[in-house]
C-alpha cells in the first residue's frame, strides 16, 4: 500500500465500505485488531474491527483483495502467528469455496454456504418437454405446496422427500426447477458436493445450515444435485477412515433434518441421483424420500418437442426437419439434444447464414455421435480399398438380416477410419435371441469381408472395436440371458463352460456372416466401388439404396 498517513474509520463504516464495493485491498497484522485498507478512491484508512468469519465472508464476497503483514521473526511470536494464519486461511478457504460459483460477489440469490437461493424460478412445466410420465406425478407435489390443508384434513401426511433418478440429461433440475415455479414457492438449490469435507463435522453443520434457511422461507423446495455424494450405502465392516466418518456424519445428519420436519413446515425436499442403486437404504425408507420418480430417457414424440424447445430461437423449415432428427436419436437425453441444436446453429453460422440447413443438423449429429471429421489425413489407395469393404461389409450384413443402414461412409471421423450407421427400431428394449445374433453378425461383416476379399493374412486390426462388441454380446447372451446349452441360469464368474459357449455363439456368427459375403460378394464389390468413388452413400427411407431394394432377401 501506500506510504501515507491513514485516516480512522469506525468498524460501522468500513463495513459499510466494504458492502458498497469501495475497497480494493487490506492489510491485515499478527496479534492485532487494526487494519489498513485503500478504498477504490485511493484514500487509505485504518479501522479497529473484529477479524470474525461474517467480516471476512463479506470482504471476499466483494473481491478485497487480502494481505497480512509480514512480521520480524521472534521465537516467542511464532506459535501465535501460526495459529493466526491458520485460522484467517481456514476462514478465507471456507468463505472463497462457499462463494464459488456464484455469478458475482452482490448476487442477491446467494445464502450462507453458497446455497443458491431463488425467490421466483420463472420455469413452468410448460418449459420441461419430452418427460410427460415425470411431470404428471410431479403435479401431486404441487398440490402438497398450495394447498397443504387439504391434505392435512383428509388425515394425509405430506412427503418429506422426492427423488428424481435417471440418465445425465434428462432434465431432473429442470424438472424441481418446474415445481418450484408451479408452486410458486422459492427454490434453495446445493449440489451434495459442498458437503463433502475434509474436517469432520463441517459438513453435518452445513445440513443444519441449509434447512435452517429453508425453515426460515418456508414453504419452499430444497433441491439437492447428486445426492449421491453424501448418500451413498454405508459399509458395514467396523474399520472406517475420517473421509467415511465425515460421509456418514453429514448423512446422518440429513437423516435428521428430514425426520425433524414439523407439520407447519412446509418444505419438500427433491433430490437427483444418476445412481438409485448406490443410495444409502436410509434414505429411501418411507418418511424420508416418499417419491421416488424416474426421468426417463424421452421416446420419438418427446424427443420432437425438446428440439422444438431448442428450435424456437433457430431458424430452420422445422417441420420437415426436426422429426427426421427425432426419429434417428433413439436413446439421446435432452442435453444431448440441445447440443445437436447448438451445433447445427454453429455450422450454419460459420457458413455466413442464419438459418439451419439440413446439411447442418447431418453434421452436428455426425460430430456428437461419431466425433470430428479429420480432413486432410493421407490414406494410400489400398487403405481406402481396405476400409470401403469393411464398411460395406457391414452394410451388407445388415441388409441381409432386416438391419438395413441408412448411411455408410469411409470419412475419417474421431478413432474410426470409416462408419456404417444403423438406426434401431424405437422399441429396442426387450431383444431376443435372433435380434442380439443379427448384432454379431453385423458386428464381424466388416472383419469378413476383408477377409474374403483380401485373404486371412491380410486382414487389418480396424475390427478392434467389432470383436469387443461380439465378444460382449456373447457373454451377455450366455452369462444374463440363459440363451445357450448352459441352461435358463445367469453366471457370475467367467469360466471354462462359459467360454466355449460364448465361443460357439461367435463361430455359429462367424458361419453365418460368411455365408452372407460371399454369396453376395458382387453387391459387396458394388457398395465397395461406390464407396470408393463418392465416399459415403445414404440409403433411402426404408434403409436400402436402389441397389438392394429388389433383391434384399438372405442367402
Known amino acids: 500500500m501506500k506510504a501515507v498517513t491513514p485516516s480512522v474509520s469506525t468498524y460501522t463504516k468500513t463495513l459499510q465500505s466494504i458492502k458498497k464495493n469501495q475497497v480494493q485491498r487490506m492489510r491485515l497484522t499478527p496479534g492485532q485488531n487494526k487494519i489498513l485498507f485503500e478504498k477504490t478512491d485511493g484514500t487509505i484508512q485504518e479501522s479497529t474491527v473484529v477479524l470474525s468469519d461474517s467480516f471476512l465472508q463479506e470482504a471476499v464476497e466483494h473481491d478485497v483483495d487480502i494481505f497480512i503483514a509480514p512480521e520480524p521473526l521472534n521465537i516467542g511470536s511464532i506459535i501465535p502467528n501460526l495459529i493466526f494464519f491458520t485460522i484467517i486461511s481456514s476462514i478465507i478457504f471456507q468463505t472463497i469455496r462457499g462463494s464459488s460459483g456464484r455469478g458475482g460477489p452482490m448476487g442477491p440469490n446467494i445464502l450462507g454456504d453458497g446455497f443458491e437461493f431463488v425467490e421466483q424460478t420463472n420455469v413452468t412445466f410448460e418449459d420441461v418437454a419430452g418427460i410427460d410420465d415425470a411431470k404428471i406425478e410431479l403435479q401431486e407435489i404441487i398440490g402438497f405446496l398450495k394447498t397443504p390443508e387439504r391434505y392435512k384434513d383428509a388425515g394425509a401426511k405430506i412427503p418429506r422427500g422426492c427423488l428424481l433418478y435417471g440418465e445425465p440429461g434428462t432434465g431432473k433440475t429442470l424438472c424441481a426447477k418446474a415445481l418450484a415455479g408451479e408452486a410458486n414457492v422459492p427454490f434453495i438449490s446445493v449440489s451434495a458436493s459442498q458437503f463433502v469435507e475434509l474436517f469432520v ?44 466418518d465425515e460421509r456418514e456424519q453429514t448423512l446422518n445428519q440429513l ?60 431458424k430452420g423449415n422445422w417441420d420437415e426437419l426436426l422429426p427426421d432428427l427425432a426419429k434417428k436419436t433413439i436413446g439421446f437425453s435432452g442435453a444431448d439434444l440441445e447440443n445437436i441444436m447448438n451445433e447445427s446453429a454453429i455450422n450454419a453460422a460459420r457458413d455466413s447464414r442464419d438459418t439451419v440447413l439440413s446439411q447442418d443438423i447431418n453434421e452436428a449429429f455426425e460430430k456428437v455421435t461419431l466425433g470430428l471429421r479429420k480432413n486432410g489425413r493421407y490414406r494410400s489407395k489400398e ?85 469387443k462388441l461380439v465378444t460382449d454380446i456373447a457373454y451377455s447372451m450366455v452369462t444374463k440371458f440363459g440363451f445357450s446349452d448352459l441352461g435358463k441360469m445367469q453366471f457370475s464368474e467367467d469360466n471354462d ?5 460364448v465361443r460357439t455363439l461367435v463361430d455359429e456368427a462367424y458361419k453365418r456372416t460368411k455365408v452372407i459375403i460371399t454369396a453376395r460378394r458382387s453387391d459387396l464389390d458394388v457398395l465397395a466401388e461406390k464407396l470408393l468413388e463418392e465416399e459415403t452413400v445414404q440409403f433411402g427411407k426404408v434403409g436400402l439404396s436402389q441397389e438392394y431394394d429388389s433383391e434384399a432377401e438372405s442367402p
Request: aromatic share 6%; charged share 25%.
Open 201 to 244: 463435522g463441517l459438513g453435518a453443520s452445513r445440513i443444519r445450515s441449509l434447512f435452517k434457511k429453508a425453515r426460515e422461507r418456508g414453504p419452499c423446495i430444497i433441491f439437492i444435485d447428486e445426492i449421491d455424494a453424501v448418500g451413498k450405502q454405508r459399509s458395514s465392516g467396523a474399520v472406517s477412515g475420517g473421509g467415511n
Open 255 to 314: 437423516l435428521l433434518e428430514m425426520d425433524g420436519f414439523k407439520s407447519n413446515d412446509n418444505i419438500i425436499v427433491v433430490a437427483a441421483t444418476n445412481r438409485l442403486d448406490n443410495l444409502d437404504k436410509a434414505l429411501l425408507r418411507p418418511g424420508r424420500f416418499d417419491r421416488k420418480i424416474k426421468v426417463d430417457l424421452p421416446d420419438s414424440e418427446g424427443r420432437r418437442q425438446i428440439l422444438g424447445v431448442h428450435s424456437q430461437n433457430k
Open 383 to 467: 487403405t481406402l480399398r481396405k476400409v470401403a469393404y469393411h464398411e460395406a461389409g457391414h452394410a451388407l450384413a445388415g441388409i441381409y438380416t432386416n438391419n438395413p443402414p441408412s448411411k455408410v461412409t469411409i470419412v475419417q471421423r474421431g478413432n474410426t477410419g470409416g462408419v456404417t450407421v444403423f438406426t434401431p427400431p424405437e422399441d429396442d428394449t426387450l431383444p431376443c435371441y435372433n435380434d442380439l445374433f443379427n448384432r454379431m453378425v453385423i458386428g464381424l461383416g466388416g472383419t469378413v469381408a476383408e477377409e474374403v476379399v483380401f485373404g486371412k493374412d491380410n486382414v487389418t486390426t480396424g475390427a478392434t472395436s467389432d470383436l
Open 497 to 501: 463352460e462359459v467360454r466355449r459357449e
